[in-house]
């Protein structure tokens, strides 16, 4: 027996299943192939596990859906309806806060002076902590500029606000007007409604950089 032998044998591919689907059903946040795989026991395949469950929850009252780089059980998109007598009443965010978040997402990862730049005001200390408590946005890696200024990136906890997979499925204007989430107004640093036309094919600048430190 090498080193790297497990001590017991291996669970059965469906017993790893079983335990996929208790933890993300258990599990409050998301959770990484890495963070089920500490649970797990040494030798278990935590992706094959999870891939069997999203294909047995193909079609039912919940999915398994990934969240950034984590997975997650939520309820399927077409009965969030019936859920929505327990949704808590949130206060609404400012313009400015709607503002800065819009120029995070869309423009990440980005500067607290680039974000300026778009708006053409000076940014709150108090917009910029208020979407970190929301913990929406987070730092992510400095700038190899003068001042090596930090940037802003939304988090895996904005993603699963807003039920997306990654950043790149964020909607484009015409969807956030049709939902009632945006006025006329443009927002700073999004196209106009001249823009409308390619707003699709457009890809957020430094997306690929999402989650990196």
């Known amino acids: 027996m090498t080193d790297d032998a ?4 291996v669970p059965p591919l469906a017993e790893q299943e079983r335990m996929v689907e208790a933890m993300l ?3 409050a946040a998301p959770l990484s192939l890495r963070d089920m795989e500490r649970r797990m026991p040494r030798g278990c395949d935590p992706a094959e596990a999870l891939m069997l469950l999203r294909r047995r929850y193909e079609g039912r009252g919940v999915h398994v859906t990934r969240v950034g780089d984590a997975w ?3 309820t399927a998109p077409d009965l969030g309806h ?4 327990e949704t808590l009443e949130q206060k609404k965010l400012s313009r400015a806060a709607v503002e800065t978040l819009a120029i995070i997402a869309y423009h990440q990862p980005v500067t607290r002076a680039e974000i300026e730049e778009i708006r053409g005001v000076a940014v709150s200390r108090g917009t910029i902590d208020q979407l970190l408590e929301l913990e929406w946005i987070r730092l992510g890696r400095r700038r190899m500029t003068p001042g090596r200024p930090v940037t802003f990136v939304v ?3 904005f993603l699963d606000h807003f039920g997306l997979e990654t950043a790149r499925d964020l909607p484009g204007l015409r969807e956030l007007r049709a939902a009632g989430l945006l006025d006329s107004k443009p927002l700073p640093g999004t196209p106009g409604p001249e823009d409308e036309e390619d707003e699709d094919d457009d890809i957020p600048v430094g997306q690929s950089e999402l989650f990196e430190d």
């Open 6 to 9: 497990p001590l017991f044998p």
């Open 25 to 27: 059903f258990a599990s």
């Open 72 to 74: 997650a059980i939520r």
């Open 82 to 85: 019936l859920m929505s007598h």
């Open 155 to 157: 988090t895996e906890g």
